[in-house]
């Protein structure tokens, strides 16, 4: 089967930076993604990795080690909307997305 | 430019009620998917499917049927709804770009079983 672990919450202070870390446990692994969910609305997808090393979109960073099955999102200059459950989740070669069950993030003045 | 709809938004059945959520898509994906989200749970599958006319089953499918016959639209029913099924559904559909399969969401369905 698939598993995913990661925090189930973490606080950090606006412009500050925060690291959320992922490992995961898969069959036919293809990619590692991150998304973005706001007081339960819909799911927005920010990064994703399928090689191993660092993939930069604006304020965001994600990272995959495939040897580790491990990654994270980084994620720099906090803002206050930033607070927001964040998820990753593994994509296999059958089509499969399974996501880890999310990581609270609460931005602090 | 509509994305993906789902309805209904909101429903409310008695234990023993069936009935199909509804989710259409306007942007030729392939890929669409079904979930549930429960406190503390994360996004559980339930199914997916890769192509019109295909169906497979995700992590928690039991209680759930699902059917892919038009490309933009993916059914979900419940055909004897239960207490624990009241969740927040939502669907997705994916294409794969630079080999990743990016998910854009519906809203949600928000499904109280008594």
């Known amino acids: 089967g698939q598993s995913l672990e990661q925090p189930s919450e973490v606080t950090a202070v606006e412009g500050a930076i925060v690291q959320i870390n992922c490992t995961y446990q898969?069959?036919?692994?293809?990619?590692l993604s991150w998304y973005q969910q706001h007081d339960g609305g819909a799911p927005t997808f920010l990064s994703y990795n399928a090689l191993d090393g660092l993939e930069e979109t604006g304020r965001f960073s994600s990272f995959l080690s495939r040897s580790d099955s491990y990654g994270y999102l980084l994620l720099q200059e906090l803002q206050m909307k930033d607070s927001a459950s964040y998820f990753c989740a593994v994509y296999n070669q059958g089509g499969k997305l399974i996501f880890g069950q999310g990581t609270e993030l609460s931005v602090k003045p | 430019n509509a994305g993906v709809t789902q309805t209904p938004k909101f429903r409310v059945l008695k234990t023993g009620q069936s009935m199909t959520l509804l989710c259409a898509q306007d942007m030729n994906h392939e890929y669409m998917y079904w979930y549930r989200q429960d406190p503390g749970m994360g996004l559980r599958l339930i199914h997916y499917?890769?192509?019109?006319?295909?169906?497979a089953k995700g992590e928690v499918p039991d209680g759930y049927n699902v059917s892919r016959l038009k490309k933009q639209n993916f059914l979900l029913g419940l055909e004897s709804a239960a207490p624990s099924q009241t969740s927040v559904y939502f669907c997705?559909?994916?294409?794969?770009?630079?080999?990743?399969?990016?998910?854009?969401f519906g809203a949600g369905s928000r499904l109280t079983v008594l």
């Open positions: 898969t069959s036919g692994f293809y990619g």
């Open positions: 997705a559909s994916g294409r794969l770009n630079s080999g990743a399969n990016v998910l854009t």
């Open positions: 499917s890769v192509g019109e006319g295909t169906t």
